[in-house]
């Protein structure tokens, strides 16, 4: 990097500081991949920073449950993360390894939301940001049509900065996917650790790291192996009642099943599900942020399989290793569809993989301007319009979930009594 390069990134970085939302989009526009990385890191850091709690919200939880770690010591540290090996966490609040840590530093050395979230943010931008950028790659890309650019978009607002505040979920997705996405492009068995290193981040990803491993193991059986046992899935449960036995072998697993599903003298009840269906909320926030991902990504993977594409002389060996991988997630999420909370996230995981492939297919001109291609690009089309109301939803929840001070000075932050969102800015100016 030459002398002037070097300013150039330093005044955009500047420019980040000043105002991240402006720097954001500059960055991205005009610096290479590695700037690029450090701008999605940069302005996830100062997203964390500048974060809008409000009352209820994800985030407010994990400010409040904070609380409890402002007083912790070096020993109890190690005391709760043996706790947390051996399956029988301490406290509700660190139940995984991400979560003890950060809270640990964030809370025992600065006790401050505030850092906590900048640590959260820089870490989600990074691998958010690493995967952005290894699906989206427009060099030579001659003519970058609107399909495209649409399919990016709903690739990039799938699982972005406004779901944040969750802090382990959608960081460990990222994870997951990075690692899964760079295995299968350079064959280094790291990168299946660094999938496996997702577990770390949430309870969950023992579950999900099943099928990514399948995958692995199983990339050489024919495809109609995968077709097959995913459409069984639909039509399948697992035993509900030997699930729960076998969760109550675990304090950790006994205790996180019965947050989501409870069996009562033979009857099940799925608190999460039967509060979802109860509630009445706009249509944008009822399909928008679970129904059209889970319409959507069920949608592209027959797509693929009545397209005849889900072949390896059709698919690179990148795409159709994450084709395997979604439809195996996918699978998985049927089997556990008893759980709703489950099967909401697990689909949102197979949903990365699929949405994925259908943007690498549409970069490399799979569906380009071209009579060949029309049958293809329609029914492209359509999906999209699947995945329409979570347009919707993100522009929503990005209003809502992201403080204005993103937008400028967000140093303020450090002075200001109470944090503003977006949405909070517009009504008022309305």
């Known amino acids: 990097m030459n002398t002037i390069e070097r300013q150039n990134r330093g005044v955009l970085y500047l420019l980040t500081f000043i105002s991240p939302l402006l720097g954001f989009y500059v960055g991205i526009k005009n610096l290479n991949r590695k700037g690029k990385l450090a701008i999605f890191t940069l302005f996830g850091g100062l997203y964390g920073f500048t974060i809008n709690l409000k009352e209820g919200s994800d985030g407010a939880t994990h400010a409040q449950n904070l609380k409890e770690f402002y007083d912790i010591t070096i020993s109890d540290f190690f005391q709760k993360l043996i706790s947390i090996i051996l399956l029988k966490p301490l406290d509700d609040s660190a139940t995984d ?15 401050s939301p505030i850092v906590l979230f900048l640590i959260v943010g820089l870490v989600f931008g990074y691998f958010y940001g690493s ?11 001659e003519k970058v049509s609107g399909i495209i650019i649409l399919l990016i978009i709903t690739f990039a607002i799938h699982r972005s900065y406004d779901t944040m505040q969750s802090i ?3 960081t460990g997705m990222w994870v997951l996917f990075n690692g899964v996405f760079s295995f299968y492009q350079t064959k280094q068995k790291k990168f299946l650790a660094l999938a496996l290193l997702s577990t770390f981040f949430h309870f969950m990803y023992f579950i999900v790291v099943i099928p990514v491993i399948l995958a692995f193991l199983l990339k050489s059986v024919n495809k109609y192996f995968f077709i097959l046992i995913y459409l069984v899935s639909f039509a399948t449960n697992v035993n509900t009642i030997a699930i729960s036995e076998q969760a109550s072998q675990s304090d950790l697993t006994r205790t996180k099943l019965n947050s989501y599903y409870r069996v009562n003298k033979g009857v099940a009840f799925d608190p999460v599900l039967d509060r979802i269906q109860k509630s009445e909320s706009v249509w944008y926030l009822k399909y928008g942020k679970t129904e059209s991902v889970f319409y959507g990504t069920i949608y592209f993977i027959f797509f693929l399989i009545a397209f005849k594409m889900l072949d390896k002389s059709v698919l690179t060996e990148v795409e159709y290793g994450l084709a395997i991988t979604a439809i195996l997630i996918a699978t998985t999420a049927n089997f556990g569809s008893f759980i709703y909370t489950f ?20 970069i490399r001109g799979q569906f380009s301007l071209t009579a060949s291609t029309a049958r293809k690009r329609f029914f492209v089309g359509v999906g999209i319009l699947i995945f329409f109301p979570k347009m919707v939803y993100f522009v929503s929840n990005f209003l809502i979930m992201t403080s204005f001070y993103t937008i400028v000075a967000p140093v303020t932050v450090l002075f200001a009594d109470e944090t503003y969102s977006i949405r909070d800015v517009i009504d008022l100016i309305l």
Do not use: C, D, H, P
Not at 131 to 141: D, P, R, S, W
Not at 344 to 360: C, G
């Open 168 to 170: 382990r979920s959608w």
């Open 343 to 362: 099967y909401s996230r697990t689909m949102a995981n197979a949903a990365t993989f699929i949405l994925a492939v259908i943007v690498l297919l549409a």
């Open 131 to 141: 995967a952005v950028l290894k699906v989206v790659n427009l060099e030579g890309v």
């Open 97 to 111: 390894f991400y979560i003890l840590t950060i809270y640990s530093i964030a809370g025992g050395l600065f006790q």
